[in-house]
């Protein structure tokens, strides 16, 4: 049984490693390709893009939670905006609108935050004292 399980381990291990991929083994573009992308896509008004600022392309509270948190996160902390958790989430006129909730009885404010659906933008960001 002992064996059985060292031999599952081992396999387990040599599989994950020869899966694994290093940044020897992909195409790197480099930073002055970013660059000459970046300044293209602010000159070029008619160009390739996905994002036509009619499409919702944030289609789920899911997807807007894993956008938002790090923000929030970043700006109030992470115990701060956790602790207010379960949010209330709206999708409204294509935004998502976001805030956390307090336990009754409790003083003190939350968060707001606003983003809209069609191209991720943060519209607004705020948090109640």
């Not at 956390?100 to 404010?109: N, S």
């Amino acid at each position: 049984m002992k064996i059985k399980a060292i031999y599952i381990l081992t396999l387990l291990t040599l599989t994950l490693n020869a899966c694994g991929q290093t940044k020897n083994d992909r195409t790197m573009l480099g930073k002055s390709y970013a660059e000459k992308e970046l300044k293209a896509a602010l000159a070029e008004k008619m160009q390739h893009n996905v994002i036509d600022n009619k499409t919702v392309l944030i289609k789920d509270s899911i997807i807007v939670i894993s956008i938002a948190e790090p923000i929030l996160f970043s700006i109030y902390g992470k115990d701060n905006i956790t602790k207010q958790r379960p949010y209330e989430i709206f999708f409204i006129d294509n935004y998502w609108i976001i805030s956390g909730t307090l336990p009754k009885d409790y003083l003190g404010g939350t968060f707001l935050i606003i983003i809209d659906s069609r191209d991720s933008k943060v519209i607004r960001i705020t948090h109640g004292k």
